[in-house]
């Protein structure tokens, strides 16, 4: 069998397990040239930076596939992985590495945690989608669909669901500070035992925010807005 030798001269054989292929039909590992200052959308450059496994698990599963450890290039193999260094032939030249399978261009609404994005501070964005049965829940009154005591916030939140095959529209849906997620009885009488779905996305207390919120903006009265005439301002009778 034919292998490839690493710089530390381990052999690994060739004819392993590829990775997922994603929308463009490369596999998760594949290394391009990019001629630009900044690798494409799901690529990383091959600099030997160090990156989140919760932001790239698919990366990291592949290098524990094929290379017995995520952290083959460094990282801590927990928490964090190191991709390869490969150099570019110009200054211009990047090499970059397929490092996940874009959340617009697949399925995401799946029974899995999956990351779909960032959330404003750098944390990453996770969506999932919930299925449950008999929920019941009095006139007005909230239902827990599940609990995850790792959600530290919902971002979006919207479930559907049926009662004796009627169908119910969206109520409110919110988080408790034991974790779990709850949606509320639009009906205001009654208890009801709700069958349905829910898709919520949310961030994690276990991320580290990477990047500073900014700071809310304060209420300025009206009177003080710039550029704004007297007789524009808007009175309201009480």
Request: proline share 6%; aromatic share 10%.
């Amino acid at each position: 069998m034919t292998s490839i030798i690493m710089v530390d001269g381990t052999a690994i054989p060739l004819g392993g397990p590829r990775g997922p292929a994603g929308p463009d039909g490369s596999p998760i590992g594949t290394v391009i040239s990019f001629m630009g200052s900044a690798a494409p959308e799901d690529y990383l450059v091959c600099d030997g930076g160090v990156h989140n496994i919760a932001e790239y698990p698919d990366l990291a599963e592949f290098f524990r596939k094929q290379f017995g450890a995520a952290n083959h290039f460094g990282g801590d193999g927990e928490t964090n992985f190191a991709v390869p260094t490969v150099q570019g032939t110009e200054a211009a030249m990047l090499s970059c590495i397929k490092a996940r399978t874009s959340a617009s261009a697949e399925d995401v609404y799946s029974l899995e945690e999956r990351i779909v994005g960032r959330w404003i501070d750098g944390r990453p964005l996770y969506r999932k989608t919930i299925l449950f049965a008999d929920v019941g829940i009095a006139g007005g009154a909230y239902g827990n669909i599940f609990t995850d005591k790792n959600i530290d916030n919902i971002v979006f939140g919207s479930w559907s669901g049926s009662y004796l095959n009627v169908s119910v529209i969206n109520g409110p849906m919110f988080k408790r500070d034991d974790g779990s997620v709850e949606i509320k009885n639009i009906f205001t009488s009654s208890q009801y035992n709700f069958s349905g779905t829910a898709t919520i996305e949310y961030i994690k207390t276990t991320d580290q925010p990477t990047i500073p919120l900014p700071e809310a903006a304060a209420n300025v009265p009206q009177e003080d807005w710039p550029d704004v005439a007297e007789d524009e301002i808007v009175s309201e009778e009480i």
